[in-house]
């Protein structure tokens, strides 16, 4: 009997999501989903995830960077809401058998810097910007993961 006491306790330890991520969701029973909005007063994200992630939208006037980590759970930002200061902007990423996925204006300037293995991360929006006094850096450190920007 305990050797599949043993093996239950881990299933359930596997199964349980762990999440360091303190905001509150409104969870929509029809997509299992949870969403989540969030208005920082500083404008930056921090994102600690392992085995779990989260659907969100930054509300806040700014959005001034921040540092999304993420192992084996996944990542969705909306940043359509919100405005990029003028200057650089980082938005450091690393991420483990994850997925990102950030919602970006297509008016927004984005530099990607990558080190990845197998791995990648693409923009798949139609143009990459028209500012020329702002601009968001992504520096994403991905393994066996993946991430892409949508408008």
């Given at each position: 009997i305990w050797p599949t006491v043993i093996i239950l306790m881990g299933i359930l330890l596997v199964a349980h999501p762990f999440t360091?991520?303190?905001?509150?969701?409104?969870c929509n029973k029809h997509r299992h989903r949870?969403?989540?909005y969030r208005q920082s007063e500083d404008g930056h994200?921090?994102?600690?995830?392992?085995?779990?992630?989260?659907?969100?939208i930054f509300?806040?006037?700014?959005?001034?960077?921040g540092e999304i980590n993420a192992i084996?759970?996944?990542?969705?930002?909306?940043?359509r809401k919100t405005t990029l200061p003028?200057?650089?902007?980082?938005?450091?990423?690393?991420?483990?058998?994850?997925?990102?996925?950030?919602?970006?204006?297509?008016?927004?300037?984005?530099?990607?810097?990558?080190e990845s293995l197998l791995g990648t991360f693409a923009d798949n929006?139609?143009?990459?910007?028209?500012?020329?006094?702002?601009?968001l850096i992504i520096d994403a450190n991905l393994i066996l993961s993946g991430g892409e920007i949508k408008c």
């Open positions: 360091h991520h303190d905001d509150h969701y409104y949870k969403y989540s994200v921090t994102y600690n995830f392992i085995m779990n992630g989260v659907d969100e509300l806040g006037p700014v959005f001034r960077g084996m759970g996944g990542v969705k930002l909306e940043l003028e200057g650089e902007t980082l938005l450091k990423i690393d991420s483990i058998f994850s997925g990102v996925s950030l919602l970006i204006p297509e008016d927004w300037p984005v530099e990607i810097r990558t929006r139609p143009s990459n910007g028209q500012y020329v006094d702002r601009k």
